[in-house]
């Protein structure tokens, strides 16, 4: 494997955050595009009202500058890559229009969930023809059981995939560092997946949203000077979902993304045990607020979910090599 395949995406996409980062803070806290906190949210978190958002923005253009450039550079620019671009961005914009509604017309919902569901599953509809007209694999493959064939059926698969984890990391992003750190191990592991299969394309921009994810999380750590907003957080999901779904290792993003499923569950389950019951499982979904309820800091929940999502990545490498 070429050296160069792995530094220059990373150094670039992380070289560009940094130095972008500043400027972008400085200019979002002139204009006031603070974080609106959630009236159902953590009173503790009030405090971070006012700090800067939609800092998704600044590694997103850095990381798809930087896979458009390096591919380009290395020559590894496919049509798959670019599709995953696509879906990058688009899951992006969607989350930056949720961002902009928030911030900038100060309504703390944002997008409704409809208007979301509707640019989601026109993504995905997009990634499915896409990746149909290319060739790929219709089929799900699982470990030790063996391959399904899905044929246009796959479609509804990645409708679920793309929606399913854009959401998941979404939830995920609500404490400093917390997505960032995550994210960026779920990154290196399919950069290494990449590899093993000489995907180099898929490698390119898994490594360019880790370093991006590198940089942005410098300023996203504890106290965060500034949040990835919905713009980060629901890209990085849908991106995720794209990069199994071109290696054909779907079933590797609920070990690898265990954090994010486990997250979404606690908030299907507290909603379903209110509903049922009247009664609450947890004292706050998504379930890092459970932890904090309980005393856990911020960096302590941090650590323990990224260590969990780290060892995860180790299981599935071990699976596959």
Same mark, same amino acid.
């Given at each position: 494997?070429?050296?160069?395949?792995? *530094?220059?995406?990373?150094?670039?996409?992380?070289?560009?955050?940094?130095?972008?980062?500043?400027?972008?803070?400085?200019?979002?806290?002139?204009?006031?595009?603070?974080?609106?906190?959630?009236?159902?949210?953590?009173?503790?978190?009030?405090?971070?009202?006012?700090?800067?958002?939609?800092?998704?923005?600044?590694?997103?253009?850095?990381?798809?500058?930087? *896979? /458009?450039?390096?591919?380009?550079?290395?020559?590894?620019?496919?049509?798959?890559?670019?599709?995953?671009?696509?879906?990058?961005? /688009?899951?992006?914009?969607?989350?930056?229009?949720?961002?902009?509604?928030?911030? *900038?017309?100060?309504?703390?919902?944002?997008?409704?969930?409809?208007?979301?569901?509707?640019?989601?599953?026109?993504?995905?509809?997009?990634?499915?023809?896409?990746?149909? /007209?290319?060739?790929?694999?219709?089929?799900?493959?699982?470990?030790?059981?063996?391959?399904?064939?899905?044929?246009?059926?796959?479609?509804?698969? *990645?409708?679920?995939?793309?929606?399913?984890?854009?959401?998941?990391?979404?939830?995920?992003?609500?404490?400093?560092?917390?997505?960032?750190?995550?994210?960026?191990?779920?990154?290196?592991?399919?950069?290494?997946?990449?590899?093993?299969?000489?995907?180099?394309?898929?490698?390119?921009?898994?490594?360019?949203?880790?370093?991006?994810?590198?940089?942005?999380?410098?300023?996203?750590?504890?106290?965060?000077?500034?949040?990835?907003?919905? $713009?980060?957080?629901?890209?990085?999901?849908?991106?995720?979902?794209?990069?199994?779904?071109?290696?054909?290792?779907?079933?590797?993003?609920?070990?690898?993304?265990?954090?994010?499923?486990?997250?979404?569950?606690? $908030?299907?389950?507290?909603?379903?045990?209110?509903?049922?019951?009247?009664?609450?499982?947890?004292?706050?979904?998504?379930?890092?607020?459970?932890?904090?309820?309980?005393?856990?800091?911020?960096?302590?929940?941090?650590?323990?979910?990224?260590?969990?999502?780290?060892?995860?990545?180790?299981?599935?490498?071990?699976?596959?090599?």
């Amino acid at each position: 494997m070429n050296l160069l395949r792995v *530094i220059v995406p990373v150094l670039v996409s992380f070289l560009i955050t940094i130095l972008s980062m500043p400027f972008v803070i400085r200019y979002f806290s002139r204009k006031q595009l603070g974080q609106v906190t959630r009236e159902e949210g953590p009173k503790w978190h009030e405090s971070k009202s006012g700090t800067p958002t939609m800092g998704g923005v600044s590694f997103l253009i850095a990381a798809s500058a930087t *896979i /458009l450039f390096a591919s380009y550079l290395l020559n590894v620019l496919t049509t798959g890559l670019i599709l995953l671009v696509f879906i990058l961005v /688009l899951y992006g914009l969607i989350g930056f229009l949720d961002d902009y509604i928030k911030v *900038i017309m100060k309504r703390n919902l944002g997008l409704t969930s409809l208007q979301k569901l509707i640019g989601q599953i026109i993504g995905a509809i997009v990634f499915f023809i896409g990746i149909y /007209l290319l060739g790929y694999p219709t089929a799900l493959t699982l470990p030790f059981i063996g391959t399904f064939e899905l044929g246009v059926f796959y479609s509804l698969f *990645i409708l679920f995939w793309l929606v399913g984890f854009s959401n998941a990391t979404n939830l995920t992003d609500g404490i400093d560092g917390l997505m960032a750190s995550t994210g960026m191990i779920a990154y290196a592991a399919y950069a290494i997946i990449a590899a093993i299969q000489s995907q180099w394309d898929v490698m390119v921009f898994t490594l360019a949203v880790f370093g991006g994810l590198l940089g942005f999380f410098l300023f996203n750590k504890k106290p965060a000077k500034i949040f990835m907003g919905d $713009v980060g957080s629901l890209a990085l999901g849908a991106g995720l979902a794209g990069v199994s779904i071109l290696l054909n290792q779907e079933w590797t993003l609920l070990l690898i993304g265990l954090v994010f499923v486990c997250e979404t569950a606690s $908030v299907m389950l507290q909603v379903g045990s209110f509903k049922l019951r009247g009664k609450r499982i947890f004292k706050m979904s998504p379930i890092h607020h459970h932890f904090e309820m309980d005393g856990w800091s911020e960096w302590k929940i941090v650590g323990i979910f990224s260590t969990i999502g780290f060892l995860m990545a180790l299981v599935v490498l071990l699976i596959l090599v």
